[in-house]
């Protein structure tokens, strides 16, 4: 067995396993995980085929699976990049349009597809000796073709993953984006291996140039798994469940009596608010938290005011009647509690939990992470693990 198959079949092991890493880490959402276990479908059946290049009838057969998928990896790791950092676990169907090459190519694959063993391979012999063949044979697309095809569609979609990027960088903070720029390398890296996979259709090298082929599947495989570790700092789990009760008990702040009416100076106050509509205000409120509103980076004081369906001004008035503090001081005892037992029960990074929490900067978290506790998140962990 030569050097270039044993690699080949260690690499699909290895991402048979990164599989089953996907489908088990919380860092990413469902549709995000789903397009990147998709892709690495087709990556192995890539890495299937050329393992069995030499072994006659198994190559033969391996294509019909091996070409549609191969052409969908760009694809799906499109897909799987922009649910990772637009932060969308929804399945639009507007998503479906990117399918149409996968199928258009099974389907002029077709019938190739329905001949048997021993025509399969005169079909072979046929376009190696360039020879005539039945028109609806000669849609399938042959090695130079797919090659061209598949250095087509990665070029394009690394291009559009490139700028989904850079929109969703716009929306950061500058600490996001120098955690990001070690993507950059990652980017380029594939994009030189698709060039490379152009040129190979461009001079039409012979068979014996497969190791090349081989090589640039290996480095595009890595990179993607590398993609996908690093790639979190962007992306965080979404979820509507209202399952943090279990962390969250009781309400992370403190009630006043019912009569005391206060503003933020502490000053005493008539309030158009009566007890009753507060109480029940406050028992909604705390199970919006329960259920992680507070990690939507976006929430603000209307939004929430909206979900509980009353004005802006009355919510503001209920806060400051009944807790410790303003809208503010509220959000943020609930993202930093969580954060605690973030740091407390996982192995996840710094800047990842913050994210997780509802901060859009990781300056922002550690400022107010210091401020509540009087220890920086590594501080905080340190001491807890010593416990």
């Known amino acids: 067995m030569q050097l270039m198959t044993v690699l080949l079949l260690i690499s699909v092991g290895m991402s048979f396993f990164m599989m089953g890493y996907v489908a088990t880490t919380p860092h990413q959402n469902a549709k995000a995980k789903l397009c990147f276990s998709l892709m690495l479908v087709g990556l192995i059946s890539l890495m299937i085929e050329l393992a069995m290049f030499e072994e006659g009838e198994s190559f033969l057969y391996i294509i019909s699976i091996s070409g549609p998928l191969s052409v969908s990896v760009p694809i799906f790791f499109f897909l799987y990049f922009k649910a990772s950092v ?6 639009q169907w ?9 199928l258009i190519y099974l389907a002029v694959m ?4 329905l001949l048997d063993e021993t025509s399969k391979a005169q079909f072979f012999s046929q376009v190696y000796a360039k020879e005539a063949i039945p028109w609806p044979l000669s849609m399938t697309p042959i090695r130079f073709s797919r090659l061209l095809v598949v250095s087509s569609l990665g070029l394009a979609y690394l291009y559009l993953s490139w700028r989904e990027l850079h929109v969703e960088l716009n929306n950061k903070k500058q600490d996001v984006l120098r955690e990001m720029t070690k993507l950059q390398g990652a980017f380029l890296a594939i994009s030189l291996s698709f060039i490379v996979i152009f040129m190979f259709f461009l001079f039409r090298l012979p068979h014996q140039f497969t190791w090349m082929i081989s090589s640039v599947l290996l480095i595009i495989t890595a990179i993607s798994c590398m993609i996908f570790y690093y790639l979190p700092v962007l992306g965080k789990k979404l979820t509507s469940d209202a399952d943090l009760h279990q962390l969250l008990p009781h ?18 106050y008539r309030s158009s ?3 009753s509509l507060a109480k029940e205000v406050l028992h909604n409120l705390h199970i919006l938290m329960q259920g992680g509103i507070y990690k939507d980076a976006t929430l603000s004081l209307g939004k929430l005011a909206s979900q ?16 410790q503090g303003n ?11 969580d954060a605690q037992q973030l740091l407390i029960n996982t192995q996840m990074s710094i800047i990842d939990i913050a ?5 859009n900067s990781k300056s922002s978290f550690y400022t107010e992470f210091k401020r509540r506790t009087q220890m920086t998140p590594n501080q905080f962990k340190k001491s807890n693990k010593s416990k």
Do not use: C, W
């Open 251 to 268: 309400p992370p702040f403190q009630q006043v009596k019912d009569n005391q009416q206060i503003d933020e100076n502490g000053k005493q």
């Open 327 to 337: 809208y503010f001081d509220l959000i943020n005892q609930y993202r930093i509690q």
């Open 308 to 323: 509980l369906e009353l004005s802006t001004h009355h919510l503001s008035q209920i806060i400051n009647q009944q807790t």
């Open 110 to 113: 077709m019938p190739y597809n």
């Open 273 to 275: 608010v009566t007890t």
């Open 355 to 359: 994210y997780e929490v509802g901060y």
């Open 94 to 102: 507007k998503n479906a349009k990117h399918l149409f090459i996968p």
């Open 86 to 91: 637009g932060l969308s676990d929804e399945f």
